[in-house]
């Protein structure tokens, strides 16, 4: 293909027969390996019928989800950031999976066995990846244990929630997830437990050091509201806007810093690219103080995450680094077949 020197669009869409026809083959010849080509075709196909069919969206990123972790069985891969740089897909597995898992949650609240899909999804997840983001972990238990409660599980749910935040009692949205399982239940008709859920908020809420206190006394409020107890939650009210303010103070006392990241292409053989990073870390006023530095360091994480991965070689499925939007086997990769610049 290298040696074809492409001269027009039509001869160009020679090219993506070619392609075409190995992705054919690799069907015929090893249906049970998993092709990232049609692997990426799934995660985007599901993409498209979300908007319309969240059902037919559910199955086909299932379908997608069971590639996942054959990919990783073959592997080894025990991490998502891992298999993000393994496999360069359009949409990173950071994204995807946490836009999987609100799908299963939708679709599920008309399908009890999709509801079951997702607590099976989740479960997979948290045993293949311990070791991720305290905001991922979290957001993925919360999943689990509300997906059993909509499933009238009720006793397997209390069980995780309790065990979680034995582990760690200042998960302030643990507190909250678990009290709205009782009292505003989504999808089910179950009775709602208004006793429980402010028995298991005002817990949460008297926990020293709890994050997010601000979250609790808001559904503090609301639980009033629904109580008829207006007094108390104008007092509730009061307090989260209070807490509301100290923590955006808080927020405010950090120095402000700024992270950019651009990506430089360089050619290093007819076969292969490198895609370098770079990122930048600007600080305003004085510098940065060093107790300061762990808040920076996760900003300067959570920039490198996201659809675009750098690569020591650039997948054709992965966005092109020139920032067209494009994937790179339809942009920049055409530099050597006598595409455009």
Same mark, same amino acid.
């Given at each position: 293909m290298? =040696?074809?020197?492409?001269?027009?669009?039509?001869?160009?869409v020679q090219g993506e027969w070619i392609w075409i026809c190995l992705v054919s083959l690799w069907q015929r010849w090893w249906p049970d390996k998993v092709c990232l080509e049609l692997l990426d075709d799934k995660i985007q196909a599901g993409y498209h019928e979300l908007e319309r069919d969240e059902a037919a969206c559910v199955e086909t990123w299932l379908s997608a989800w069971s590639d996942v972790l054959r990919l990783c069985d073959a592997t080894g891969i025990a991490a998502i950031e891992e298999f993000d740089d393994r496999f360069p897909l359009t949409q990173s597995l950071y994204n995807w999976s946490q836009d999987f898992e609100n799908a299963l949650w939708n679709a599920g609240l008309h399908d009890r066995e999709v509801l079951q899909a997702r607590v099976a999804v989740c479960e997979e997840a948290l045993q293949r990846f311990p070791n991720e983001?305290?905001?991922?972990?979290?957001?993925?238990?919360?999943?689990?244990?509300? =997906?059993y409660f909509e499933l009238g599980e009720s006793e397997k749910a209390e069980e995780l929630f309790g065990s979680w935040l034995a582990a760690d009692p200042r998960w302030g949205f643990g507190w909250v997830a678990w009290a709205?399982?009782?009292?505003s239940p989504i999808g089910s008709d179950r009775p709602r437990d208004y006793a429980s859920a402010e028995q298991i908020l005002l817990q949460g809420y008297s926990t020293p050091g709890v994050r997010d206190r601000e979250?609790?006394?808001?559904?503090?409020k609301v639980l009033c509201e629904q109580t008829g107890r207006q007094l108390e939650a104008q007092a509730f009210q009061r307090e989260a806007k209070k807490l509301g303010r100290q923590a955006g103070q808080a927020r405010s006392e950090v120095r402000p810093v700024t992270v950019s990241r651009s990506f430089e292409l360089e050619d290093t053989s007819d076969e292969a690219a490198v895609v370098r990073q770079r990122t930048m870390l600007e600080f305003a006023g004085e510098g940065l103080p060093l107790d300061q530095l762990p808040t920076v360091m996760a900003a300067a994480r959570a920039a490198s995450r996201g659809p675009v991965r750098h690569v020591a070689k650039v997948g054709r499925?992965?966005?092109?680094?020139?920032?067209?939007?494009?994937k790179f086997k339809k942009c920049c990769d055409t530099d050597r077949l006598?595409?455009?610049?």
């Open positions: 290298d =040696s074809c020197g492409f001269r027009s669009d039509k001869e160009r983001d305290q905001l991922m972990t979290e957001n993925r238990r919360r999943a689990l244990a509300e =997906s709205v399982c009782h009292f979250a609790i006394a808001e559904w503090l499925n992965a966005p092109c680094p020139c920032g067209s939007g494009e006598g595409g455009r610049a």
